[in-house]
């Protein structure tokens, strides 16, 4: 499966943007990971093939994802941004969460919070 993300930029917070992964063919299971400079890559969000979606503590109520299979795009949507959610997001694709690690992922899109 091939990913790539776009949608990523600056934004004050307080501010939205949504992220775009367009891919290849639909894994059953999608997700949202992100990576800030000296810490681990996090999973903020997934989704599955049934659209059942779970989300990180830090961004419930706040981020949205979802996929749209018949344009082979996987969304974030994200709002109420603060400035602790500036990282690099990634998109990733597998048939579990289980595997995911080992799956496909994009090459990331930047996402800059200033306050």
């Known amino acids: 499966v091939q990913l790539v993300e776009s949608g990523g930029g600056s934004v004050q917070a307080g501010g939205s943007l949504r992220l775009s992964c367009a891919y290849s063919?639909?894994?059953?299971?999608m997700a949202w990971y992100r990576q800030a400079p000296g810490k681990e890559r996090d999973l903020v969000a997934s989704?599955?093939?049934?659209?059942?979606?779970n989300y990180a503590d830090s961004v419930k109520g706040r981020f949205t994802t979802s996929r749209d299979d018949a344009k082979n795009t996987l969304y974030l949507q994200m709002n109420s941004l603060r400035p602790e959610d500036t990282a690099m997001y990634y998109c990733?694709?597998?048939?579990?969460?289980?595997?995911?690690?080992?799956?496909?992922w994009g090459q990331g899109t930047q996402v800059t919070v200033s306050s």
């Open positions: 990733a694709a597998s048939a579990s969460l289980a595997t995911i690690k080992s799956g496909s």
């Open positions: 063919f639909g894994e059953i299971f």
């Open positions: 989704i599955n093939w049934y659209g059942s979606t």
